[in-house]
Structures are given as C-alpha cells and as structure tokens.
C-alpha cells in the first residue's frame, strides 16, 4: 500500500481503538456501579491490549479525564445554543435541568468520576475539569438567571449557589444508589423514574427562585 | 491491682484508644479532602500500632463505616425531637435543612465517604446505612411534609424526591470542592459561607414545595 493510504488505515484504526478503549470503560463503570475499573478488565472488555491504554492516553487517570470530557462535553457545548434561544429563561432553566439529568442517565457514573478526576494527581485535572465543565455551567446559568429577572419572573438568585443547589439535586438519585435501593426499594433508575424527577427538580427550582 | 479495677482500666483505655483512632481518620480525611487515608499514616496521626484497627474494627472499612456512624448518628437521632417540637412545619424544614449542612460543615469528608462505605464489601454497609441513617431522614422528612400539608402551607411533594433533592442540594457544596475553588474562587468554606449557602437552600426549598 501507498504510504499515505497506509496511515489513513492506521489513523482511523487509532481512532476506533481509542473510541473502543473508552466505551469500555463506560460499560465496565456503569455494570459495576464503581469507576475503579483496572486495566485488565478494559482489555478483555475491548478485545485490545491494556498496554494501549497509555499508548492513546498517557495514564489510566487521564483516559478517566477523557471520558468525563467526551460524556459532558456535549451538553456544555449546547448551552450556547440555548443560551441563543428565544424563549423564556424559566423554558431555557427546565431544557438545562432536562439536559443536566439525561447525562447523569445516559453516563451514570460521570458525576462520581468527575469527583474522583478532580482528586487525582494532585489536582492536575480539577482546573481543567472546572475550565471545559463547570464554568461554561456556571455563566450560562448567570445568563439565564439574569434573563428571567430582567423578565421579572426570578429573584436575583446567587448563580454559585444556584449551581451547587442544581447540579447536587440533579446527581442525588444516581449518586445514592444504595438508598434508593435499600430506603425506596428501587434498583434500577428508569426512563420514567428520571423523567418524574426531573419534573420535581424543574418545579422546586422554579418555584424556589420565582420573584 | 484487683481485677476489676485493672479491667475497668483497660477498658477505658480501649475506649479512648478506639477514639483516638477515629479522631486520626477524621483528620486525615479533613487535611487530605480524601477517603483513601492508609493504615500507616492513621498509625502515625494516632501515635498507636495501625494493628489496633483490625483489633477495635475488625477492617478498615467497618472503622470507615463506624466513622460515618458516629459522625452522622447524633444528627439522626436528634431527629425524633425535631419531630415532637411544637412549630410549624417550614420551622422544621429549615432546622433540619441547618442540621445536615453543619454536619458536612463538621465533617466534610462524610458523605464522600458514606458513598464509599456504601459501594465496599459487596454492598455488606449498604443497607445498614441506609437503614441508619436514610431512612429514618426518609421518614422524619415524611411527617414534616405531611404536616406542612396539613397547615395548608406544602404541597404534597413526592418524599423520596424530596429526599434526593434536598441531601443532594446540601452535599453540593462540599462534594465539589475543586469548583468552588477553581470556578468560584474559593478555597475554603467559611461559616459564612456555609450560613449563606444554608440560607438559600431554606428558602429555595421552602418556595419550591409551597403550596
């Protein structure tokens, strides 16, 4: 083969091996319910070497980083969108929430692995985490916030409390599985289970911050 | 010495020494914003023979599950007065609401722990946590609810929910440290702040569920 076909191929094998090595370790943590997943298990749920690991990620720590950018990078990139939205700021605070609580059931154990990056190699990742995730959170937030009392429809909420009143009530069902199990008898979150607390979560916040 | 007295002595040295113990962990945990505290450095902080926890605890993780025991116990207890107290219902919801922030204020590392405890040993602590110390929150938070029903002032807001928004609201704060510190600047939480923060769950939860 050309050369430059030949590192086309490799260059899209990379890519898969990379996208494989990553979807593992997102089943693996959401089957066990525990982000401490060792390299080995990876390996045999990829089908790839473990050693591949550090060839596309440097460290176990920052293929952890990678995943946690990949599951919420999304979301925080859509909020400019909503941001853009000519609506009212209590529809663009219930489309948030919505979203917020489709990542935590979509990636269930994001959150407990965005606090676990955040305390690992000494803090290397947490300014990283809080520059991509929770700033971009945090002014679309003020945004929205200041739009819906310029409407005159929110008090002037503090944004930084806002953000850990929401986003601590958004993960604590996906966070305390073991008393929604062993206090609520339920074992799994489902569709509708999300959809009803995502309801409470919208009309307590929005009755919470109304003018 | 007669044997009384010698083993009355013993005894209360194996109470301090099962004290010390948990202090040094407590400590530990607060100074490094970690769980993962090692036998040895919990020998050190102690000045007694890490061997000491398989004698008073049997594990380390039963001695974490006793920390978290005697960190939150009180609280839970204190909730049966809360419940005889003759006040309305919102003056419940903000004491109680007051109580569960102080006690992360106290020991920040608890509900990080309490997760944790909650995910070892097969899920041996799950239910012994969640039966005490979930469901007895569950429940106070039940009766304070449905008595607000009764006075015309709640309404009849689903307690489980209930339940995940506001613990989760509370532990928000603390969870996240490396967001407060590297998106809101801050990095320790005051009493003010913590009085500040209290303030705005209060009153976010007390508008959200009006009725």
């Known amino acids: 083969l050309p050369r430059t076909e030949k590192s086309k191929g490799r260059s899209e094998n990379d890519l898969s091996s990379r996208e494989l090595i990553l979807r593992a370790v997102g089943e693996l943590?959401?089957?066990?319910?525990?982000?401490?997943?060792?390299?080995?298990?990876?390996?045999?749920?990829?089908?790839?070497?473990p050693a591949l690991v550090n060839y596309y990620f440097g460290s176990k720590s920052r293929?952890?980083?990678?995943?946690?950018?990949e599951a919420i990078g999304p979301s925080v990139k859509r909020l400019d969108e909503l941001l853009e939205m000519d609506i009212p700021a209590e529809e663009k605070i219930e489309l948030h929430v919505k979203a917020i609580v489709s990542t935590f059931f979509d990636y269930p154990f994001v959150n407990r692995l965005l606090h676990r990056v955040s305390?690992?190699?000494?803090?290397?990742?947490?300014?990283?985490?809080?520059?991509?995730?929770?700033?971009?959170m945090h002014k679309a937030q003020r945004q929205i916030i200041q739009q819906g009392v310029r409407e005159g429809k929110f008090r002037d909420v503090n944004p930084m409390f806002f953000f850990f009143i929401v986003t601590g009530?958004?993960?604590?069902?996906?966070?305390?599985?073991?008393?929604?199990?062993?206090?609520?008898?339920?074992?799994?979150?489902?569709?509708?289970?999300?959809?009803?607390?995502t309801n409470e979560i919208v009309e307590m916040v929005l009755n919470g911050i109304s003018a």
């Open 119 to 136: 305390r690992t190699d000494q803090g290397q990742f947490a300014k990283e985490l809080a520059d991509e995730i929770v700033t971009p």
């Open 29 to 49: 943590m959401a089957e066990q319910q525990s982000v401490d997943v060792s390299l080995s298990e990876v390996g045999k749920k990829s089908g790839l070497n």
């Open 63 to 69: 293929m952890m980083m990678e995943l946690v950018l």
């Open 169 to 197: 009530a958004c993960d604590a069902i996906f966070h305390s599985r073991y008393a929604l199990r062993h206090t609520f008898g339920r074992k799994t979150i489902s569709k509708k289970l999300m959809s009803e607390y």
